[in-house]
């Protein structure tokens, strides 16, 4: 059996085309690891009605359809660059959950617990030490039961989930996954932030204003961790989105290296 990484990447919805750089950094470190490499490219449900964040919790169900024989599986956002010489991860488990603390935007972390919890959660507690970033999580078929509950949860609370995104601004999964984890009490395995060094802004490892008194370089991103996610990045004066550090990332570790 392989191990697997899996990405949605949906297009037409809120997909930029430098997520396909995203896809094949995977797609080359998955085949010099010798895993598989599966990305999700067409909507399971409507997109009006399930945000494409949501689909992930799809995939153990779509590699059983698929007669895929498989033992763990990461799924991974599609705005994230992996390092070429990034570390097998599969072996730092233990066969559980396997998630990266969010150590972002902590205002953003309290006020998308907050929400939950009095909207959604009353009997449930979090605080931000013990709270993942979503982008980044290693499964195994013991959860499969856990992915029927994620969706359960949400075909049950669609429509106020939907207001509670556009109302308090907190996110589409992230939140309720934490939270679902503790209903069901689903035991987690903390790894390492080198494999989802999210929020890359606020750690001050990107050049995106001329008074950065860093040099413009990607030294310190490439010397902090080996899967870059980024996200949360704001509008500069520089105007460089995600979609710049993808395409720079990918040039930098892959196109520049054949």
Known sequence: MSNVVFQVNIKGHRARPE???STKSWATWCKKNNLEHFVLTEPIYDLDYMNANWHKFFV????????????QVCIVDADTIVHPRCPDFFNLTDGKFSVVQSDGCYEWVNRSIGSYHTYFFPEIYLNTWTYFNSGFMILNKKHRDFCDKIYEFYNNNQQKLLDAQKTFMVGTDQTPINFLTRQYEVE???LPNAFNLHDPYRKDLL??????????DLNNLYNSGYV???????????????????????N???EDKS
């Not at 153990?60 to 033992?71: F, N, S």
């Not at 050049?207 to 413009?216: R, T």
């Open 19 to 21: 997520f396909d750089l």
């Open 60 to 71: 153990l169900e779509l590699l059983e359809k698929q007669g895929v024989e498989y033992d």
């Open 188 to 190: 987690l395995k903390w």
């Open 207 to 216: 050049f995106i204003d001329p008074s950065n008194w860093w040099p413009d």
């Open 228 to 250: 870059y996610h980024f996200n949360a990045i704001p509008k500069n004066h520089l105007k460089r989105d995600a979609g710049y550090w993808i395409q720079r990332v990918f």
């Open 252 to 254: 930098e570790l892959y």
